[in-house]
């Protein structure tokens, strides 16, 4: 890990996946930090006021601030900066590369539409959105987990022979994925790969709803 320390984590006060990966990354490296939990339901969330968009403009947690009093925000950059030079990263640049590919792919491909539909069913007033809608999510999100079944149908874990930063990131939302209405019998793969990440050394376990 870097030298700069990681000293707070902003998260929210319903569970958020974007957060739980940043506090699985620490907790597989048995780092410590102070967590602030903003609320994001409020009107206006408190992610919104003026005390948090001065550390984070884009009005987002997680937020890590480290001991030289930078603010990290996007929860990809933040597994990037925390896994430098630990066993979370690949070393080389085409694993990097893959790696980054995965996070990406998380962040556009899966993340708005699993991570929405989940932000709905449980605070999101699902009743109020339209059928349209809600198959619009459901259709992107099952693409997104027959991608990810078509990887690991051939591969353990998303960057090679190792469990990182990419299969943290895919993880936080895809565990709550078969709750919130996804086909999860169709990626068998996916299914399986879930049972493993608990098992991995200092798991932090987090309850999604
Ligand atoms: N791309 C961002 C997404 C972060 C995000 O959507 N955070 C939500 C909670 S999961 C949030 O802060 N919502 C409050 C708001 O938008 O005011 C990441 O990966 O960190």
Redesign the pocket.
Known sequence: MATVRPVRLYE?SIP????H?VRLLLGHLGVEVQRVQ?D?LADP?E??QPAFLAKNPN????LLELDDGTYL????A?LWFLAHGTPYAPDDAVGQGKALQWMFFE?YSH?PHV?VLK?WTYWGGLHRKSSRQIARLKKGGQAALGVMEEHLEHHPWFTGERYGIADIALFAYTRSAGDVGFDMQAVPSVVDWLHRIPQQPGYTHFDPR
């Open positions: 929210s958020s996946g974007n957060a990966k903003l994001i969330p992610t919104r009005g987002r947690i997680p925000a996007e929860s990809g933040i962040q993340e991570a932000f």
